[in-house]
Structure formats: structure tokens, C-alpha cells
């Protein structure tokens, strides 16, 4: 007894023995805590090996995009084999293929299109150029040539007789007049020289059938365009607006008598 009057325990040799229920309560804890550890392993697995998969995956796809880059970029088994010339006929192809200088083999897409276009785009009798790659190793090259509206003689002492497009263009020296082109009578023939590209623009857009009449075209400013005809005719023809209007006044004028005729106003037209 204490001093209080409380008894005091007595004190105890070690722990207690466990109860059955707390034995069969602590032998659940620790089967639950073995099938927990169990149960985490094997839901880890599975993660496990979509990683592997994940990364695998990933490998392949930057080995297939190197193999893609060097196949496409450095292997000539996708360089160029044949170059095609499409749409020449008075310009050699071979001579086109010497111009474009493709190199042989080399990977399709490190071959500079703009370059080989800009190369062929200045051969004179060229016209227009369209490069295109045709997989797996062809390189096509499309052309269109000039086509010769009108001709001038440079005369004694030049170089020769020269043809022009219908931008003016001097693109080709021959050995003879050629026939059913008309002869440019003007001071100096190019494309840079505006009489030159008014001439040659009212050429380009008259009716077929007129052309072949026309023998000879001049003209002394832009909007002073006039030719001869083959029936010795002078027709005025001013610029090369309202082509049809003055195409169809012409062809009523052409039936009356008169040396020179005037449409360069094609609603006063006049014959004398």
C-alpha cells in the first residue's frame, strides 16, 4: 500500500503471453503483408517489360530513321541513273543534258533542281524550264523552246540572219532568210528595247491568217507599230491592244482599194 492507499501492481517478469485472437489476428497481418509483397512484384513485371518495350521500340525507330537519312542522303542507291530531256526538238537533248550537268549517282535529293533549271533556262533557244525528280533514280527535265515569230538581217559586214521570239528574244543565228517569217526593220532588235517587245507582242497576237501576210514590221515608238503585206499594203496597226477590234476592221478594210490602212483606232479607221 502507498501512502495514497493505492495498492501498487506488481510488477511484471516480461511481456504477456498473446491471447489466440491476437495470434490469429497478427498470423492475417502477416499474410496479407507476404500476398501484398507478392502481389507488387507481380503487377511490376508486366511495367517492366512495357518499358523494355517502350525502349526497344524507340531504338528501332531512331535506327530506321539513320538508315532512312543515309539511304536518302549519302547511298547512291537512290542517286541519279538517267536524265530525261522532255518537250526538245531543235535544241539537242544531249546538249541540254551537257548544260544541266547532273552529277552521276548522286543522291536524288541533294541534287539542287533550282540550279540545273537555271543553268538550262539560259541555252538561247530555251524558252521555259521545269527540273522534277521521277523515284527511284530518274531526273526529268522539261523544256519549251523558243519559237521564232519574226527574223532580222544584220547585213553587210554583221553576223548573220538572227531569229526572234515573240518577247523579242534573239535567240538563234541562221545562214539563209527562212521563209514565211516577217523581216523586223528596226534599229536595234532586243528584248530590252521596248519598240523591240511592241513589235513582236502585236506579231504574237495577230490572226494566224494575217501573219502570213505580213513581209516586214517597224515601228519608231512603242505605239507606232505598222508592217507590209505581201500584196504591198502598209497597215498601221498602233499598240497591240483590242487585237480582235482591229482584226476584224482590217479584214472589212482590206476589201476596199487603198495603199495604207489605219487601225490603230479601230473605231476611226481610215484608208488612203
Not at 87 to 112: F, H
Not at 134 to 142: A, G
Request: no cysteine.
Amino acid at each position: 500500500m502507498t501512502q495514497t492507499g493505492e495498492r501498487r501492481r506488481p510488477a511484471e517478469p516480461g511481456r504477456r503471453p498473446r491471447t489466440e485472437r491476437a495470434q490469429r489476428t497478427q498470423r492475417s497481418k502477416d499474410r496479407r503483408g507476404r500476398r501484398s509483397v507478392y502481389d507488387r512484384r507481380r503487377t511490376a513485371r508486366p511495367v517492366r517489360r512495357k518499358e523494355m518495350r517502350r525502349r526497344w521500340v524507340a531504338l528501332l525507330s531512331v535506327l530506321t530513321a539513320v538508315a532512312l537519312v543515309y539511304l536518302l542522303w549519302f547511298s547512291s542507291m537512290l542517286g541519279v541513273r538517267q536524265v530525261d530531256v522532255v518537250g526538245s526538238s531543235s535544241v539537242p537533248a544531249d546538249q541540254i543534258r551537257g548544260v544541266a550537268a547532273v552529277p552521276d549517282q548522286k543522291p536524288m535529293l541533294r541534287v539542287d533542281t533550282d540550279d540545273i533549271r537555271d543553268r538550262v533556262a539560259q541555252m538561247p533557244g530555251i524558252a521555259t524550264v521545269d527540273v522534277s525528280r521521277s523515284w527511284p533514280s530518274t531526273l526529268e527535265i522539261t523544256v519549251t523552246e523558243r519559237t521564232a515569230i519574226a527574223f532580222f538581217d544584220s547585213g553587210p559586214g554583221g553576223d548573220g540572219v538572227h531569229l526572234v521570239d515573240g518577247g523579242g528574244v534573239v535567240f538563234k543565228t541562221v545562214k539563209e532568210r527562212p521563209a514565211g517569217l516577217p523581216e523586223l526593220k528596226l534599229p536595234s532588235v532586243s528584248a530590252d528595247d521596248p519598240v523591240t517587245r511592241a513589235v513582236t507582242g502585236v506579231l504574237g497576237v495577230i490572226p494566224q491568217q494575217l501573219l502570213k501576210q505580213v513581209t516586214t514590221a517597224t515601228a519608231k515608238t512603242p505605239g507606232s507599230v505598222e508592217f507590209a503585206l505581201a500584196d504591198g499594203k502598209t497597215v498601221r496597226w498602233g499598240t497591240s491592244a483590242d487585237t480582235e477590234r482591229k482584226a476584224k476592221v482590217l479584214a472589212a478594210l482590206l476589201t476596199r482599194e487603198g495603199k495604207v490602212f489605219d487601225v490603230s483606232a479601230p473605231d476611226l479607221p481610215t484608208v488612203s
